[in-house]
């Protein structure tokens, strides 16, 4: 038998996983399994699973509640430029697209303030046209946000046939701005008017 006040600490508290109880206890997993149900101790959906494998010590964020008028200007201003430019699809990420360099900035600047996320947990990716020079394009956007080459994902190059409209617009593509935690999506979410 497997007490119940052991499997809370373990499993609940300490959010070991079933397998780590099972090497712990030097049983298996299924019993481990079977002494949860008994206790009617709720097991982790596979999601929640996942996300507690990749993020052992907790949360990468925390949600600051802005504490004077200038965080509640910027927390209203990311709240808007996700709402208007993010990829609110995107079930596991946080995902923002933009030409503007001052945009991408002020909203990377709302994940810092707001949610204390690391700014090195970022990524990006990069689209742009075959008649845009990609080195220039990275070169430009590196030291707009001051962000490294190793924080970007392989540049996506779009055949153009013609030169477009897009050129009055950015010499230097589209960036999308990526910060991968499902529970800070959702957060975002859960906080825009819909």
Known sequence: MIEKKYLEEKYIRNKKSTREIAIELKCSEHKVNYWLGKHNIL????????????NPNGDPFVFYEPKN????FLFGLGLGLYWGEGTKADKMSVRLGNTDPNLIKKFIEFLVVIFGIDRLDLRFGLQLFSDMNVEEAMDFWMKSLRISKAQFYKVVVTPSHKIGTYRKKTLYGVLTVYYHN?????LLISKLPL
């Open 43 to 54: 097991k982790r959906n596979i999601s929640e699973a996942i996300y507690l494998y990749h």
């Open 182 to 186: 499902k529970k800070l999506r959702d």
């Open 69 to 72: 008028q200038e965080e509640s």
